[in-house]
């Protein structure tokens, strides 16, 4: 069974950055089938940034491209999302991903508020 734990979310004044984590325990597939989403209220939750099926590369939304980063900890299982340049429509609550087969694991979320 797979867990994981996301953090570092919070308040954020526009411009300004953040790094989320997400732990991961359990037996997972890979690294690089753990990805971050997001979710807005009335909205469908969407993918943020993943790595791509080889996992020598990165995807990311349109809407936070060239301002965010996955990334990744060799050491543990471990991803995270480092955002930047800020804006008010960043603000959501983030979730890690893991997909083994067609089981689906989700974080509990980590709010990020961007506001002045």
């Known amino acids: 069974q797979v867990q994981l734990v996301e953090s570092g979310g919070g308040l954020v004044q526009p411009g300004g950055s953040l790094r989320l984590s997400c732990d991961a325990s359990g037996t997972i597939s890979s690294i690089y089938n753990m990805d971050w989403y997001r979710q807005t209220p009335g909205n469908q939750r969407e993918l943020v940034a993943g790595f791509t099926s080889g996992g020598g590369n990165t995807k990311y939304a349109d809407a936070v491209t060239g301002r965010f980063a996955i990334g990744r900890d060799g050491t543990k299982n471990t991803i995270y999302l480092h955002m930047s340049s800020l804006n008010p429509d960043d603000t959501a609550v983030y979730y890690c991903?893991?997909?083994?087969?067609?089981?689906?694991?989700w974080g509990q979320g980590t709010q990020v508020t961007v506001s002045s």
């Open positions: 991903h893991h997909k083994f087969g067609n089981v689906d694991t």
